[in-house]
């Protein structure tokens, strides 16, 4: 069965850039939308952004003139980068194998990684 | 994509049958999904495109659209279907998520 497992720093320095990695295992990372969505502390879930495997993307307008979402195929690894980070970016993030049906979705997901903003 | 709107927090006993609302524009709940997600997990999807259970998900949990509401129903409730609950929408290729529903048995 497909697995996911996200990769990064655990803190990053306001104005850094937050660079995370999803590894896929278990099956292809083709033909899915690679998800990332993130959840603050104590708050719900927010959509961050996809990549198709052919690479179309689809990003949140909030969030959309900070986020890069890339895909590895050779790698079967997925990844995020966040610039400009704050405090509001501190979140757990997970990342997620979007299945197409008449919508997308998530499943299965990562255990997610928390992210601290602090310097 | 206008919001998804849920209920802070349900409630209910074991055995009993709760219903949680996700509230948002016709559109928008017309191919929702629900979530759920315990303490310190990730989410896991119960239902998608309105009305459909993934295999392996408990027959308990049941989804319906009418109008601009989608509803999230669970049966026999049981102590470990306490969790919070997100629906989910999409549009345009863009996804927006519910604000989320504590439930407590």
């Known amino acids: 069965q497909v697995q996911l497992q996200e990769s990064g720093p655990g803190l990053v320095k306001p104005s850094e850039t937050l660079s995370l990695t999803c590894t896929v295992s278990?099956?292809?990372?083709?033909?899915?939308?690679w998800s990332w969505i993130r959840q603050p502390p104590g708050k719900g879930l927010e959509w961050i952004g996809y990549?198709?495997?052919?690479?179309?993307?689809n990003y949140s307008p909030s969030l959309k003139s900070r986020v890069t979402i890339s895909v590895d195929t050779s790698r079967n690894q997925f990844s995020l980068r966040l610039r400009s980070m704050t405090a509001a970016d501190t979140a757990v993030y997970y990342c997620?194998?979007?299945?197409?049906?008449?919508?997308?979705?998530?499943?299965?997901w990562g255990q997610g990684t928390l992210v601290t903003v602090s310097s | 994509q206008s919001a998804l709107t849920q209920p802070a927090s349900v409630s209910g006993s074991p055995g009993q049958s709760i219903t949680i609302s996700c509230t948002g524009t016709?559109?928008?709940?017309?191919?929702v999904s629900w979530y759920q997600q315990h303490p310190g997990k990730a989410p896991k999807v119960i239902i998608y495109?309105?009305?459909f259970r993934p295999s392996g998900v408990s027959n308990r949990f049941s989804g319906s659209v009418s109008g601009n509401t989608a509803s999230l129903s669970i049966s026999g409730l049981q102590a470990e279907d306490e969790a919070d609950y997100y629906c989910?929408?999409?549009?345009?290729?863009?996804?927006?998520f519910g604000g989320g529903t504590k439930l407590t048995v």
């Open positions: 278990g099956g292809s990372i083709s033909s899915y939308f």
């Open positions: 989910t929408s999409f549009t345009a290729y863009s996804t927006l």
């Open positions: 016709s559109s928008d709940v017309k191919y």
């Open positions: 495109d309105g009305r």
């Open positions: 997620a194998r979007g299945v197409a049906y008449s919508s997308i979705v998530f499943d299965p």
């Open positions: 990549m198709y495997s052919s690479g179309n993307t």
